[in-house]
């Protein structure tokens, strides 16, 4: 499969093949927006695009993953100069791990079935449809622009109004919108997600508030991965030891919505298929350290690994200083 890292070096950009244990420089190509587009233009398979731009120049792999360079690793996909034309999204409830935290959170007093069990259920029912059809709509929600896209190594934050951060150890498509309003998948990446779970849990309602968080994507962008069964582990350490880990799995076989179904009930929508637009679209976590019980804390290390897709994507833990002052808006 082709890995593509996007790096930068000050203000100079790159994209490199990933030819392990090196990096292999692409000619004339500063980002994989740019590559997206001239494919498109093009009528050339982005992988074989990727070949023809194969420079001399490489780089050690370990010494930038390291942060060891003067290089440093970007997100797997941004828009640079315009954030806003990237949209970072996901679905929930698409595998049973999912499911059975999510209704451990809210779980009703009463042992009816909760709302997301409910969810969950369509989607076991409905939610691998025959081929060309729609079938039952998954869970959606909205986590910002591409200003929330965090790389390999830079810290996910809570937030002064933050009440916890936790992984989620998921794998994301990355999309763009051709000139004829037509979505494009470039290929997928690793992912962490990245929620408040304590604020989802006082009720689910505030689901949405607890997805607006920044999140990591990376390092490595895949082209045309496998994602029929994708074994995986996610893991926290703290003061570099582990304190919680877990082999998990995702793709088609481990969830009950199909690619095909997921991509449906989020390019439905005129407004995602904006020309020339990006999207960000994680495809659900399994399991979450927060289902355990496990806190994290300022400086723990968060670390997802997918197999085939590349080096661990890797982000400690930052916690802002609480506060209850509020945001005002002014009069003109």
């Known amino acids: 499969m082709t890995r593509l890292v996007q ?68 997100p797997a996909i941004d828009f640079p100069g315009e954030p806003a034309r990237c949209l970072v999204s996901g679905t929930g409830l698409t595998h049973l791990g999912s499911a059975k935290n999510r209704n451990a959170m809210h779980e009703a007093s009463n042992a009816e079935l909760t709302d997301s069990m409910k969810m969950f259920r369509w989607g076991v029912e409905g939610g691998k449809p025959a081929a060309g059809k729609a079938g039952v709509a998954p869970e959606w929600f909205f986590k910002g622009a591409g200003t929330v896209l965090r790389a390999h190594g830079e810290p996910l934050p809570v937030p002064f109004y933050g009440e916890d951060g936790g992984e989620e150890a998921e794998i994301a498509g990355i999309y763009i919108i051709d000139a ?97 637009d990006v999207h960000v679209h994680f495809y659900g976590a399994v399991s979450l350290s927060f289902g355990d019980g496990i806190v994290l804390a300022e400086g723990d290390v968060m670390e997802v690994s997918w197999r085939n897709f590349g080096r661990a994507l890797r982000n400690p833990l930052s916690v802002a200083r609480p506060s209850d002052t509020a945001i005002q808006a002014k009069p003109l």
């Open 180 to 276: 004829d309003g037509n979505p494009r998948r470039i290929g997928m990446a690793m992912g962490n997600e990245f929620s408040d779970h304590k604020f989802e849990k006082r009720n689910y309602l505030y689901l949405a508030g607890s997805k607006i968080r920044p999140c990591s994507i990376g390092p490595e962008l895949v082209i045309d991965p496998d994602f029929q069964s994708v074994p995986g582990s996610a893991r926290i350490l703290r003061g570099g030891k582990d304190i919680w880990s877990k082999e998990i799995a995702t793709g088609e076989a481990e969830m009950c919505h199909s690619l095909a179904n997921i991509e449906h009930h989020h390019f439905k929508f005129e407004s995602h298929r904006r020309p020339g």
């Open 7 to 74: 790096i930068a070096n000050g203000t100079t950009r790159a994209v490199a093949l990933v030819e392990e244990p090196r990096l292999r420089l692409l000619e004339g190509a500063t980002s994989v927006v740019d590559l997206a587009g001239e494919a498109i233009r093009t009528g050339t398979r982005l992988s074989e695009l990727v070949r023809r731009k194969c420079s001399t120049q490489t780089l050690e792999y370990d010494a930038v993953y390291n942060a060891q360079s003067p290089w440093r690793i970007l």
